[in-house]
């Protein structure tokens, strides 16, 4: 992947005309949209974002100076190149038996404080670098007016993922309109008036960072620099078109246009970054940009909307909810979310299944084909020293960031995901070799888009070998939905293997009861390390029992296939029931029944995994377990804690759950807040909706199994099963009344549902089953 501009070509095959009538005019008006009767202060709490993938943006809709923050994914500090140095985390110099006595002393101690062991095992990150804010585009309004008109009205259209403003000043109306184009690889926007030559305003860049030049020439602003730290090379450029008036440009690298009927801008970003890993560099990315550029100023803006409209309906329209909701008159979405009252009225369930929604519109705003996957803020960071350096943490973050793609159907996104954890395989194969002498491939906590396998200092995140595998459980997933063998054999497959393969060598058999354990492990951010950590034991299950399907699936060596047999058979599974009845989070029972931990992380085999089923005992222990730990937390643990109590068949806790992400996690623009914002929540919470409606881990399509009273009646249309189905539910008093299934694959496929009990259907691919 070049970090250049062009987007991935549009999905639209088996796609009929869309309806759009004049390209400008504004869309039907629906419940799915975010507005406000302000223009937003604050860019975390209240601005509003657009996205293609590669480029993202958040629309302030200020008024005498619009703000346009914007962002390309590849924009990275640190890597090869960076001042200090940059050594992918690995050690810097031999540590020669540290793994070992490490290991030792947790035989001879069964515990050890996290600082001892990052003594021995960590060293003082250099070189990680951060993503950085590409700058600002500024808009300036001669004569607007200085506080917002009684009809100023900033909105987001999900349904079509355009950013609007609209306002009447001095008797002129004006409107605004932002989108990102995945299909054509711009930020665009558009204004206009309802008077002819009401169109002024000046078009300005500016950066917090002073490592570019701006120029402007004819109708185009070109920035160009590379960045201080590391020398990635970074362009971006605007062209601006206008009917009517005159455009000017200036001589301090800005655009002024002056008494147009409208106006029209496209902007272009890349950098030349390359995930190839040593060097992480390809092409310089001005030709790119350039041709980018010109060809969507080209195209004009009714065209680019056009195209851009199409794309992304082809994925957002796959799903419908209905659960009874009704948006009131004239209450904008910050004012809906301050007067939830926890699910009990239509204006409540409004704002449920516009969160519900969002999630889905921000996952394919913010992962498309040809660009890096969402980060911990998605694309959208204003900052050069963001939160966590706007990263990929992989001890759950970067893995929740997806769990919503397949079954909310948004699969194609999933691609970039899929080739970032391909990009990992090298560098994570040196750290293997060189931190544990092993196969396969492995990283840790935390990782950047240059190859950071290694380990930091940090003692309560530092560690965490089982990232690589669970990376790979979406990829298995993805074929578990799709059936596609061709993706299990070249995309899926080789990286489960090495994954596995590094366990297969790294695996330790326990003094106390001869079982398989990681060791040293570590569940994640709290408490003490140990050997066979509940989660540790749980991931290893997982990435085992998946790459022995995939194996027998593809028909892998029998010597391959005996030896995960052999070793799953051997293996501690990581379930453990405890003096208090709950599922222990470590070997030994050290749980409290008051400890409120965010981190649920020995509940990993109830989700995303699947070693608990329904009504067992490990069920139950989960249930004592998720009970102590409360319901409170950060806004990405409320939002796992949804996905947990729906695979506990409890609707109304989950419900519960989100009403508490709702009121005391999510910002008035409904990003959601650890905090500070962190996108995953927003993720999570769509995925424990879905999971309350349909669920098929088991390979049976369950129906409604954890719907909530709230709930009561409802329908839902295009949610995908595991196996190889799209499935459509109404119900009413609480139970299914009709079920319409489209088989994809052609095969047999398990059904459960109240309206009709268990059975077995023989789907045909293309065909539709109807049961009422």
């Given at each position: ?9 549009a999905l ?19 419940e799915?949209l975010?507005?406000?009767k302000?223009?937003a202060?604050?860019w975390?709490?209240?601005?509003l974002?657009i ?7 958040t629309?302030?809709?200020?008024l005498?100076?619009?703000r346009l923050?914007?962002?390309e994914?590849?924009?990275w ?16 110099s031999p ?28 060293q ?8 950085q ?6 808009l ?28 009447t ?7 605004r ?9 711009v ?10 030559g009401?169109v ?13 030049t701006?120029k ?9 620099g ?12 605007v062209r ?5 008036g005159?455009?000017?440009?200036n ?10 009927d ?8 890349g950098t ?7 060097d ?7 030709a790119?940009v350039?041709?980018?550029v ?10 680019l ?5 199409r ?15 009704a948006?009131?008159a ?11 009252t ?6 409540d ?8 929604q969002?999630g889905r519109?921000?996952l394919?705003?913010?992962s498309?084909?040809g ?16 939160p966590w350096?706007?990263d ?6 970067l ?16 691609a970039p ?8 395989r ?15 491939w ?6 950047n ?54 366990w297969l ?7 106390r ?13 709290h408490g ?8 540790s034991q749980?991931?290893?299950?997982d990435?085992?029992?998946n790459?022995?399907e995939?194996?027998r ?10 030896q ?13 029931r ?32 699947r ?12 249930k004592?377990?998720?009970?102590a ?5 950060t806004?990405?643990s ?23 992400q ?26 424990g ?13 369950e ?15 295009g949610l995908?099963?595991r ?10 008093e ?39």
């Amino acid at each position: 992947m070049k970090g250049a501009a062009a987007g991935a070509a549009a999905l639209a095959t088996g796609l009929g005309p869309l309806a759009t009538g004049d390209a400008q005019a504004a869309e039907p008006s629906d419940e799915l949209l975010l507005w406000y009767k302000a223009p937003a202060a604050d860019w975390e709490r209240e601005a509003l974002p657009i996205g293609s993938g590669a480029l993202a943006a958040t629309v302030f809709g200020t008024l005498a100076s619009e703000r346009l923050q914007f962002n390309e994914k590849t924009l990275w500090t640190g890597g090869p190149g960076a001042q200090g140095g940059y050594d992918f985390g690995n050690w810097r110099s031999p540590r020669p038996g540290a793994l070992a006595d490490v290991r030792s002393r947790l035989d001879e101690e069964t515990k050890l404080d996290p600082d001892t062991v990052a003594a021995a095992l960590g060293q003082a990150r250099v070189g990680y670098g951060a993503h950085q804010t590409f700058g600002d585009l500024h808009l300036d309004i001669p004569g607007a007016p200085a506080t917002p008109p009684a009809d100023y009205r900033r909105a987001l259209h999900l349904r079509t993922a355009l950013a609007t403003v609209t306002y009447t000043h001095e008797d002129v109306t004006h409107h605004r309109e932002y989108l990102a184009s995945h299909p054509d690889g711009v930020l665009a926007g558009r204004l206009s008036a309802d008077r002819p030559g009401s169109v002024t305003f000046t078009l300005r860049y500016t950066s917090p960072r002073t490592d570019h030049t701006t120029k402007s020439s004819g109708d185009r602003i070109t920035v160009r620099g590379e960045l201080a730290d590391n020398g990635l090379t970074f362009e971006a450029q605007v062209r601006l078109r206008h009917d009517g008036g005159t455009l000017t440009a200036n001589a301090d690298g800005s655009l002024t246009v002056t008494g147009a009927d409208s106006a029209s801008f496209v902007l272009a970003a890349g950098t030349d970054y390359a995930d190839t890993y040593p060097d992480y560099r390809g092409t310089d990315p001005h030709a790119t940009v350039t041709a980018t550029v010109d060809r969507a100023a080209a195209r004009g803006h009714g065209a680019l909307r056009s195209r851009h409209l199409r794309d992304h309906r082809i994925l957002f329209d796959r799903v419908a909810l209905d659960i009874r909701q009704a948006v009131p008159a004239d209450v904008p979405t910050d004012q809906l979310l301050t007067r939830y009252t926890g699910g009990t009225t239509a204006a409540d369930r409004a704002l449920e299944a516009l969160f519900f929604q969002y999630g889905r519109y921000l996952l394919i705003a913010s992962s498309r084909p040809g660009s890096l996957p969402a980060h911990l803020q998605g694309g959208w960071n204003q900052s050069t020293s963001p939160p966590w350096s706007a990263d990929y943490h992989v001890n759950i973050n970067l893995q929740m960031n997806y769990w919503l793609a397949e079954a909310a159907n948004l699969p194609e996104t999933t691609a970039p995901y899929d080739r970032f954890v391909a990009a990992l395989r090298a560098p994570g194969e040196r750290t293997a070799k060189e931190m544990f002498g092993s196969r396969g491939w492995v990283v840790h906590n935390e990782t950047n888009p240059y190859g950071f396998t290694g380990v930091h200092d940090w003692s309560t995140a530092f560690w965490f070998p089982e990232a690589a595998a669970w990376l790979t459980a979406q990829l298995y997933e993805h074929y578990r939905f799709g059936g596609s063998t061709d993706y299990l054999r070249t995309t899926a497959y080789p990286l489960m293997k090495s994954a596995a393969e590094f366990w297969l060598d790294n695996l330790r058999t326990d003094p106390r009861d001869n079982t398989l354990v990681a060791t040293p492990s570590y569940s994640p951010e709290h408490g003490d390390f140990t050997a066979g950590a509940a989660m540790s034991q749980q991931i290893v299950h997982d990435l085992l029992t998946n790459t022995l399907e995939a194996a027998r699936t593809l028909g892998d060596a029998p010597a391959f296939r005996d030896q995960l047999a052999d070793t799953l058979r051997r293996l501690d599974p990581g379930l453990r029931r405890g003096s208090w009845g709950q599922l222990q989070e470590w070997k030994t029972d050290l749980d409290s029944p008051t400890d409120d931990h965010r981190h649920v992380s020995h509940l990993y085999a109830l989700h995303p995994g699947r070693q608990i089923e329904p009504g067992s005992e490990w069920a139950d222990a989960a249930k004592v377990s998720l009970t102590a730990r409360g319901d409170g937390g950060t806004g990405w643990s409320k939002a796992w804690k949804i996905n947990f109590w729906a695979r506990l068949r409890d609707g109304d806790h989950a419900h519960k759950m989100l009403a508490e992400q709702l009121k005391g996690s999510t910002l008035p623009n409904l990003w959601d807040t650890h905090p500070p914002f962190q996108i995953d929540g927003n993720f999570g919470a769509t995925s424990g909706i879905v999971e309350m409606l349909l669920q098929s881990q088991f390979d049976v399509i369950e129906i409604l199994p954890a719907l909530p009273a709230s709930w009561p009646d409802g329908s839902v249309r295009g949610l995908r099963a595991r196996g190889g189905a799209t499935v459509d539910i109404d119900w009413a008093e609480g139970r299914a009344t009709r079920i319409a299934l489209t088989a994809t694959r052609t095969r047999e496929l398990a059904l459960r549902s109240t309206l009709f009990g268990d059975r077995t259907l023989k789907a045909v691919a293309g065909r539709r089953y109807v049961f009422d």
